[in-house]
């Protein structure tokens, strides 16, 4: 949102192997030149019926590890429209930015990069392996699983 909280309160967040998540950030104070995208991921927990939490019941869950997960940069400044963007819509990747294997939990990733006031960022997060499943609800007022 115009003041930096997760839009909607909660989120999912949801990677498998033909599911990927786009994420967009706006850097809206001055002088804030370095941002940082963050993945936090808690010690592994599921629901009892080993479904995902229902919005306000946030859970998280990765069936299996490791997983290898990929994040990129895409080609837009603007907000997209969540409800109408499909792979085939989806803005083309403007950088390749790292690879990374999810071996044990707790875990995190960061990713530094220089913004401007009122910049809009928009990333894809997405699983590189065959049988890939992360799944959660992402609560802004819970840090413990997180991309912020």
């Known amino acids: 949102t115009h003041i930096g909280t997760v839009s909607p309160e909660y989120h999912r967040i949801r990677l498998t192997s033909t599911a990927s998540t786009i994420l967009q ?20 927990h599921a629901a009892p019926d080993d479904s995902v939490g229902a919005v306000g019941e946030p859970s998280f869950r990765i069936p299996e590890l490791p997983i290898m997960l990929h994040l990129s940069q895409l080609d837009a400044s603007l907000p997209l429209d969540g409800e109408t963007i499909t792979h085939r819509t989806q803005p083309r990747t403007l ?15 960061s990713y530094n990069f220089t913004c401007g006031m009122e910049e809009v960022f928009t990333f894809k997060l997405e699983c590189q392996s065959p049988e890939c499943y992360v799944d959660w609800w992402q609560d802004s007022g819970d840090p413990g699983e997180n991309l912020f």
Do not use: Q
């Open 95 to 109: 950088k390749d930015i790292t690879g990374f294997t999810v071996i044990d939990l707790p875990s995190s990733f």
């Open 25 to 44: 950030f706006r850097a809206i104070d001055y002088g804030m030149e370095a941002c940082e995208l963050r993945l936090s991921l808690p010690a592994h």
